[in-house]
């Protein structure tokens, strides 16, 4: 009998992120660093050729619908991506539906890993109530009539949920709260009836390009430097393009590219970034990288392309960063990471050199265990694989 | 209340006019040369972007450069791939220009990157006037006051000049026109341009106040089309009118129910739509009907 030399076969690696609408922008830098660390990789898994497919995030109908495509027609072992918390939600239910390992690169609406949990649904960024409750301290010097602003989806909703009960706990008042749709790019109406209200703060929970628009209309009507606005989980493409002059307040962030603290791998990643792109890497692109590394050395690990040989090994992936021991909790596969309060300079530099790191938190795993919470104080009831 | 009232219908006029300026190009691309051309928004994009980069070389006189390049592209967009249209069916114009816009995002997205684009108004026009109940920005009064200059500078063009008369004929009997020995290829890629430019205006005016991205066109191109639809296809007046009460529902809407600011202008379409099937300036068009 002949023999016939077949190729060999690419693993593949579905990715979902959006390639048009308000979360566009933060989604090319998540699909760059997803695609460096492939190429860091050799664009090799498990000593096979590998390959990313990417595809889009129109809706979260649609992102549904391409994740079981991905799944379906082109037989990703794994999927990364979720670009919004409402298309990171309509994946993870195909995800778990159809056993594929899934890491959730941007999505931070609570119920990902709460009350929506599947065991093949892992989750990068830190959820809502870790970075409000790291946010606190400083919010509650500033003062306690809070306004809120919100875009009226999961994850916007959650913003403000969190706060809301926050500030009940030291005895504030709601000023105002406005739901925005998602997409809006006018907010002087909400600008005229913030001013009106005269807050202490605006607590916002508006998405990437909406932000920088609000900013920028913040400015237009000169409320910059009158009532202070805040926001968790920004993007730093949203705040580059608001423009040095326009840019004010606090926020938290995943990683920021001249964090002295940043290990060595993020440096070399930051490095390696600059050179390709010849700019800065954005927190983004770090999230898309470093959401792609685990997921890649997890397969490697698991030395196979069987679902629950990988999960296995993402609940044994570990790295020790910034004094945590970084790994996913096994009750709803939440990333234990350390996130960033960050100020703006009082004299920026450059179109991207903005931020003064405020606080590293948690700081150690004992304050990580506080911050992410227990298994009992979890909404997940993760079912057995 | 009442002052919050008033200062929103102040508002929502000053957002008005910027409504109007983006959606005049469309009605009058759609009024004169039968096309839905779902890439207007693109110019709008391209206004903003051309304007930022050339106002880094030649500074504030980068701006009318930038607007009259993009008017220079329309028209050859016109040539290459618009006047291929003319004779299809409106349908297939709405699917090839809505290939054309993504095509263009991407390319928009590959020059300039997908970071968007800081841009400051003059530092002239920075704060707010107050006046009574109302309160507007500087930049926006500006803006409004421009666009009222445009407008009656756009309406004296097409109701004075020979150039505007040929327009209005041509919309109505393009036929008629060209047996008249009039070269009407030539004004339908005027016409084209011309409404380029008036996006390209309306993207640079945004560009101190909106997030200028590749995607920016996106967040243009919905009201534009609900204004022209509201104020009858092709009627100048019905998008002046259409934009203006777009405005001022949206703020309204933001004011009493903020989360369904978005939708207040398609249920005022619909209820136009109800009453007056063509818009409120809509017309019988022959060449339509």
Known sequence: MP??????????????????????????????????AMEQMG?????????IIWDDEPSAQAAGQNALQLIQQNKVVAMLGGALSNFALAEEAIAGQYKVPFLINNGAAEEITGTKCNPYTFRLQSPVPVQAAAMLPYLENIGKRWYFLSASYAYGQDIVNNFKSLLKGIGGTIVGDDQVPVGTSDYSAYILKIREAQPDLVIGGLTSGDLSSFLKQWKDFGMSGKIPFTEIGVGDPDLWAVGKDNIAGIYTTMWWYKDPNNSPADKAFAAAYEKKYNAPAADKAWMGWYSARIMFESINKANSTNPDAIVEALYNWSELDGGINVHFDR???????RLLVVG??????????????????????AEAAVAFGTQAQSACHMTPL | MWDMMLLQIGNGMALGFLYVLIALGLSIIFGLLGIVNFAHGVFFALGAYFSITLFGVMGWWGIPVAIALVGVIGMLTEVVLIRRLYDKDPLISLIVTFAFSLLAEAIIRTLWGPVGQPFDAPDALNGVLIWGPFVIATYRLAVMILVIVILAALWAFLQFTPFGRILRAGSRDPGMVGVLGINLPHVLTGTFGLGCVLAAIAGSLAAPLWSVTPSMGEAAIMPAFVIVTIGGLGSYVGAIVAGLLVGLVQSLAVQFVPEASTAAMYVLMALVLLVRPRGLFGERWERFE
């Open chain 1, 43 to 51: 664009n090799e898994l498990l000593g096979r050729p590998a390959e």
């Open chain 1, 344 to 365: 703006i300079k009082k004299h920026i530099p450059n179109q991207w050199d903005y931020f003064d790191v405020l606080q590293s938190v948690p700081s150690n795993d």
């Open chain 1, 331 to 337: 009750w709803d596969n939440q990333l234990i990471h």
């Open chain 1, 3 to 36: 023999h016939v030399a077949r190729a060999v076969e690419p693993i593949r690696i579905g990715l979902l992120e959006a390639k048009q609408g308000p979360i566009a922008e933060q989604s090319q830098y998540l699909q760059r660093g997803t695609f460096l």
